[in-house]
Nanobody, 129 residues
């Protein structure tokens, strides 16, 4: 049973930074991917960033240059470093994982994003102007 638990959300002013964490437990597979997705009130869920088991990275255009995804395999934890935050980054942020390493990048590129195998419950990020 794979479980994903997000943390690190909060409220900051525009221009500030936050780091989200996603602690993963259970076995996802050898050729997997993980990613961050977000959903703002009244909007579709969209992809933010993804990393696969080969450490290939994918980013949504809206966050390129501002957000950085990384994974600590020893801790089995996924991170999202968010800098230069904007009010439009306000959303519930979800961690997700899939047993097929190409699916997260594909989900990032698709709006609205499609379902992956495993999802966390989300952590709320609020950016004030």
């Amino acid at each position: 049973q794979v479980q994903l638990v997000e943390s690190g959300g909060g409220s900051v002013q525009a221009g500030g930074s936050l780091r989200l964490s996603c602690a993963a437990s259970g076995y996802i597979g050898n050729s997997y991917c993980m990613g961050w997705f977000r959903q703002a009130p009244g909007k579709e869920r969209e992809g933010v960033a993804a990393i696969d088991s080969d450490r290939r990275l994918s980013y949504a255009d809206s966050v390129k240059g501002r957000f950085t995804i990384s994974k600590d395999n020893a801790k089995n934890t996924l991170y999202l470093e968010m800098n230069a935050l904007k009010p439009e980054d306000t959303a519930m942020y979800y961690c997700a994982a899939d047993r097929f390493k190409s699916r997260c990048a594909a989900a990032i590129a698709t709006i609205p994003t499609f379902g992956l195998d495993y999802w966390g419950k989300g952590t709320l990020v609020t950016i004030s102007s």
